[in-house]
């Protein structure tokens, strides 16, 4: 899992594709655990609309018909 910040208030994550992964899980650390944010199908997520230097801290887990795995590392990046 890799973040960027593409734009103002924007972080753009990526992480690599998982073998029987119909959909992918983002969870955003929010007041001491990780709260999902969004479900996609590609390997890639853009959070917008975000405090501009405050931290953000994701995780993604994969998902499929038979269950989710368990959540990636942790990744921060900053918002400017």
Known sequence: LAATTPAPQTIAL???????A????VKRYS???FV????VVGTNYTN??????????????ASNGAGT????????????
């Open 48 to 61: 917008t609309g975000l405090e501009t230097g405050k931290y953000y801290g994701y995780v993604v887990a």
């Open 31 to 33: 007041s001491g655990v």
């Open 22 to 25: 119909t959909s992918y899980i």
């Open 69 to 80: 795995s368990a959540d990636s590392m942790y990744v921060i990046k900053q918002a400017n």
């Open 14 to 20: 990526t992480w690599n594709a998982s073998a029987g």
């Open 36 to 39: 999902p944010i969004a479900t």
